[in-house]
């Protein structure tokens, strides 16, 4: 197979008249766990490079297996991995509740045995190995847990937008900005729920679900009865209409990003099928995005002014978000937008892709702008009542 594509084991039954691959990867991926195998040992609090390395130290290390469950004290590591030396029985798991890497070195081979494993080139499945299974297995982590493996590099705003073009449009890289929001007044128009509330009439329309229900046309007084009564909400709705246009005066393009959207020069787009892409956010704690990737080939910039997002930034070999969405197969009934973020997202650093990449899990706090280049599949959720505001643009680094 493709080189890092490979993602099922090299091991087969010497029965079979068959060719061996070897993974250029030092380990391979299997969905399931040893039942019968000899334990080395079993570690707590460790990542899943921590226990690469110390397997590939151990002469005597051939696999190690882990529940999909992250520790409780830090979320890229598993409650628990158990080292093994060897493998006799591997039971499968078609619900993502167990992973076992196997060492794809050829010496070991012999410690595993090759008629437990069963090997099927799916492409599918290279491609996207873990189901996406939802459940209610764990709450939804803390905002300190999240900012603890955040590895999202911050810059300040002040950097020329040629600048921000090399270093982080042109090679695509995710990154914080700090401080462009520092002048707004936004910063204080939209500190809180409270200081939002009597900027608009009643009767004005907003797009935005309440409770249970779809995203379509709200009054604002409508909104208002479910911030007051501390029910769900979210609001997620363009700035060009007459009301969102007022908001303009609260805030301005982070200077390094103006003048860089192609589509601004386009005579026909935007155009009253698409808008001008740019987007008020307001939203209570416990409501998210699903997965996606932003539309029409897009960059997007996110400025917060209140509250915390979680954001789950996913590698660019993940290009299809479908597969990330809750699998009825593995699923709890009607799973909800926690039981996502409480079981997909929560694992999803303790996922590998190709190159050995991993998702990132990122806390976006008051006054940090995100940058996400097109490519980049993602979801947010907000972890507390948020308000923020966002603008999708044609960037020169993606053409």
Not at 63 to 85: C, G, H, K, R
Not at 338 to 352: F, H, K, M, P, T
Request: with cysteine.
């Amino acid at each position: 197979k493709k080189k890092d594509k490979c993602g099922t084991h090299l091991f087969i039954a010497e029965m079979l008249n068959t060719t061996i691959i070897q993974s250029s990867n030092a380990f391979t991926f299997h969905a399931g766990r040893a039942q019968a195998a000899s334990i080395l040992s079993i570690q707590f609090d460790t990542t899943l490079s921590e226990a690469k390395d110390f397997c590939q130290d151990q002469l005597n290390c051939v696999a190690f297996y882990f529940p999909v469950i992250p520790s409780a004290t830090q979320l890229d590591a598993p409650e628990n991995i158990t080292f093994v030396s060897a493998i006799d029985v591997f039971e499968p798991s078609a619900d993502d509740q167990w992973r076992t890497f196997i060492a794809s070195d050829p010496t070991k081979a012999q410690y595993v045995n090759a008629s437990s494993f069963a090997f099927e080139i799916n492409p599918e499945v290279i491609q996207n190995p873990y189901l996406a299974c939802c459940d209610k297995a764990r709450p939804i982590p803390p905002v300190e847990a999240i900012e603890a493996v955040d590895p999202l590099e911050r810059i300040s705003c002040d950097i020329s937008p040629k600048e921000f073009y090399e270093q982080y449009e042109l090679p695509r890289q995710p990154v914080m900005l700090v401080g462009c929001s520092e002048k707004w007044k936004a910063r204080k128009r939209w500190a809180s729920f409270e200081t939002l509330i009597p900027r608009f009439d009643n009767a004005t329309e907003w797009r935005a679900t309440l409770d249970e229900e779809d995203l379509e046309a709200r009054k604002w007084g409508d909104i208002v009865d479910a911030m007051v009564e501390n029910r769900t909400f979210y609001i997620f709705d363009s700035l060009d209409h007459p009301t969102g246009q007022f908001l303009e005066k609260d805030y301005a393009v982070p200077y390094p990003f103006q003048g860089g959207d192609l589509y601004g020069y386009l005579k026909d787009f935007p155009d009253g099928d698409y808008g001008s892409l740019r987007w008020f956010c307001v939203g209570r704690g416990g409501t998210g995005t699903d997965p996606h990737m932003d539309p029409y080939a897009t960059d997007a910039w996110n400025s917060l002014l209140y509250g915390h997002k979680w954001w789950i930034i996913y590698p660019t070999s993940v290009i299809d978000e479908e597969v990330l969405t809750c699998n009825p197969a593995c699923s709890v009934e009607d799973p909800t937008e926690q039981d996502w973020y409480a079981s997909v997202g929560i694992r999803a650093a303790l996922s590998e892709y190709a190159h050995g990449e991993r998702p990132y899990h990122v806390l976006q706090r008051p006054g940090e702008t995100i940058y996400v280049p097109n490519g980049y599949v993602h979801s947010v959720y907000n972890v507390d009542d948020t308000i923020g505001v966002t603008a999708n643009y044609g960037s020169r680094a993606h053409f």
